[in-house]
């Protein structure tokens, strides 16, 4: 049954079902594989039916093969060219922001400072006996 599929091959296929998982392509008459929701495109998927159809056809790259468990592993995703990042508009990526913390300014921000300041305001108030509750 999966015999004659192997990791790498890029074949056409056919979405037979979809799951919030994933989405079912038949490569064959009597095989199909699964192509999970992290492989359908490049980017966050919410709903798999936003972007598939039953009955659409689609190139997928086959990732692994079970042969014991009769399973195979496909992608969308890898048989596309991703898309080119956006300069502007793009959130910085954690590394970017990790490095952007690193390099940041030794003095305390401004927008603490009010709060620095407050904080010194409260233990001085806590400390006067006409606004101590007894």
């Known amino acids: 049954m999966t015999a004659k599929y192997e990791a790498g091959q890029v074949l056409t296929g056919k979405v037979t079902g979809i799951q919030p998982y994933g989405a079912f392509v038949a490569l064959d008459e009597s095989t199909q594989g699964l192509v999970h929701i992290s492989e359908i495109t490049h980017g966050f998927v919410k709903d798999i039916n936003d972007i598939l159809n039953v009955g659409d056809e689609v190139n997928v790259k086959v990732l692994s093969v079970d042969e014991g468990a ?65």
Not at 80 to 97: C, L, S, V
């Open 70 to 134: 009769g399973k195979i592993a496909l992608s969308i995703r890898a048989t596309e060219e991703p898309p080119a990042e956006k300069a502007e508009g793009r959130k910085p990526r954690k590394k970017a922001a990790q490095q952007m913390v690193k390099s940041a300014p030794t003095e305390t921000p401004q927008g603490f400072n009010t709060l620095k300041d407050k904080l010194e305001e409260w233990i001085e108030q806590s400390k006067r006996e006409d606004l101590i509750k007894k």
